[in-house]
């Protein structure tokens, strides 16, 4: 489905299994298509066995309840025609803009490797990203604006930011993640309440309330990387970290060359003042190397005997 735009209806498009052989899409073309006005679902995929290996580039959800959206009722063995998994997929180049929640993802076999480049979630009004039974995803390049959530990026799993950026003026976001553990590199956090964190300081929501009455085990699992990194707000509920060369306007301790966090207690083991360069893939360093001429050094050539 190329150059096409779809407005107004339920479904955008909807993928689902009710009888016959299992469901499984891979290779999916979905290029500079629009989706505007859905009252259910931009994409929705429902009780499928898998949707694997596929490219979405510069597709736009404006509008929409639900932007692209996963559902499975129950958990699913590996010959189950509902497995409905979510593997090495590749959104590049997307936006999301006035939906309700953007990427609504329930998984309830493991889903990996799936990742968001260059990306635009912006003026959510529940949450940006909610991932249920999601690990190793990816969003690189992203640009979160003026989201809703509490959180407005929820996974169990583990997160990959990698230049990211996180902003809200208008939006009424309580905190911006709550995940199992997170990895930053050159993201920024900033935000004009300042009550918003960047990891949710509260019980996390994605485990049961009854699965450790005292919760302090989960908050120890909340580990993060964080690496050149700008965080103009309160850093929240980070537990265990280790922070490279990454400033903070709230967290003074941590503003040091090398920090280790461990139970909440921070230790300097770099000290020094940090200097970011947040988005390192398009900002100011990686064009002018690209453009300043250098060339790798010539091959050596041993003359034939």
Request: glycine residues 6%; contains cysteine; aromatic residues 10%.
């Amino acid at each position: 489905l190329c150059d096409i735009t779809l407005q107004g209806g339920r479904n955008g498009i909807y993928h689902r299994w009710s009888a016959g052989p299992p469901l499984q899409f891979t290779d999916v073309t979905l290029s500079h298509v629009t989706i505007r006005s859905m009252a259910d679902s931009g994409i929705k995929f429902e009780n499928i066995y898998g949707w694997d290996n596929n490219f979405v580039d510069h597709v736009t959800m404006v509008d929409c309840a639900h932007g692209f959206r996963q559902v499975a009722d129950h958990f699913g063995s590996d010959h189950d025609p509902v497995l409905c998994y979510m593997d090495k997929n590749l959104f590049y180049q997307c936006q999301f803009i006035n939906c309700g929640k953007a990427l609504d993802l329930k998984s309830y076999r493991n889903s990996a490797n799936n990742a968001w480049v260059n990306c635009l979630f912006k003026n959510s009004q529940v949450h940006a990203v909610k991932l249920e039974n999601h690990s190793l995803t990816m969003f690189a390049n992203c640009d979160f604006i003026n989201n809703n959530g509490a959180p407005t990026v929820s996974a169990g799993g583990r997160i990959y930011l990698l230049s990211c950026q996180f902003e809200s003026n208008t939006a009424t976001a309580i905190d911006f993640i709550d995940c199992y553990a997170l990895t930053a590199e050159g993201c920024t956090f900033r935000r004009s309440e300042t009550s918003t964190t960047v990891l949710q300081s509260g019980k996390p929501v994605w485990i049961a309330a009854t699965a450790h009455p005292d919760n302090q085990r989960t908050f120890d699992a909340r580990n993060c990387y964080l690496t050149n990194c700008t965080i103009a707000v309160p850093i929240g509920g980070v537990r265990n970290a280790v922070i490279f060369n990454s400033s903070f306007v709230f967290d003074k301790a941590l503003n040091t060359k090398a920090s280790i966090m461990i139970a909440g207690q921070s230790t300097a083991i770099l000290p020094g003042v940090p200097d970011p360069q947040p988005k390192f893939l398009r900002g100011s360093q990686f064009p002018s190397i690209l453009s300043s001429g250098h060339q790798p050094p010539p091959t050596s050539k041993k003359k034939s005997q």
